[in-house]
């Protein structure tokens, strides 16, 4: 081991658990102040642990009109854009990773350098390509744009973990009668399961807190999103902090649920990718 005496690990786990309770805290005090009345969210006491709790906040959060029209938009959004997302990328990712034809590397610079392009740039491209292909206020339209957004990186993060499976093992499988499509579903798809883990994560993320793009692809209070609910906290009298925090938990319940589903694969799938590119 790299750390051997007891002071090292000592040493090792005191810093372990700084940097994790500097991370942590943000959440603790959102957690906190979700629980807080209006007169203790405004007070300049910084009482780490309040003295009395509420759930008004919650309920005040979860009785704003159209709540769950918001969070069924988002579900669909969100939930589409990572299937399509998925499929699409395992579909470029295994060709690029086994086939040989002329081109690949120039398309695989393209992949590459559309993840680097800032959202914002593409902001009014994308508006203009939506407003002719009359894809302004749907929830189709800002779908293909989080396909859009997370299809290259996925494609390309893939294509790793497809060339870390030993191509033997697809061999072995066609000499036992296999076929493409035959080996690619018993043999390489099973073995893809932490990368599929890992892109799926990263999509599902992306999309759930994207906030700009809903709020102005789309108009109409029956098809916005979360996120779009989180800003009308605030108001021309000013903020309901206690209310923001409480929907701020709530709005971070689907994606930690997600997370828990999938995290037993995720560890395993963000390190194995990245051995072989």
Known sequence: MLFKSPAQRVGLTVFGLLVAGFFLFPVYWMFTTSLKTPAQVLSPAYDLIPLSATLKNFSNAISIPNFTTFLTNSLIVTLGAVAFTLAAGLLAAVPLARMRFRGRKGFLLLVLVAQLAPAEALFIPLYLIMRDADLLNSLL??????????????????????????IDLEEAAMVDGCGRWGVFRRVTLPLLGPGLVATSVFSFITAW?????????????????????????????????????????????????????????LVAGTTAGAVKG
Request: net charge positive.
């Open 141 to 166: 339209g800002l779908g293909l744009i989080y396909v859009a957004f997370t299809l290259p990186f996925t494609a390309w993060t893939l294509r790793g973990f497809v060339k870390g499976i030993p």
């Open 209 to 265: 807190n994207e906030f700009l793009y809903a709020l102005v692809f789309l108009r109409e209070k029956d098809k916005q999103t979360l996120p779009v609910w989180l800003s009308s906290f605030r108001t021309a009298f000013g903020t309901d902090w206690g209310a923001t925090m409480a929907a701020s938990m709530i709005y971070a319940v689907p994606a930690l649920i997600f997370f828990l589903l999938v995290q037993r694969k």
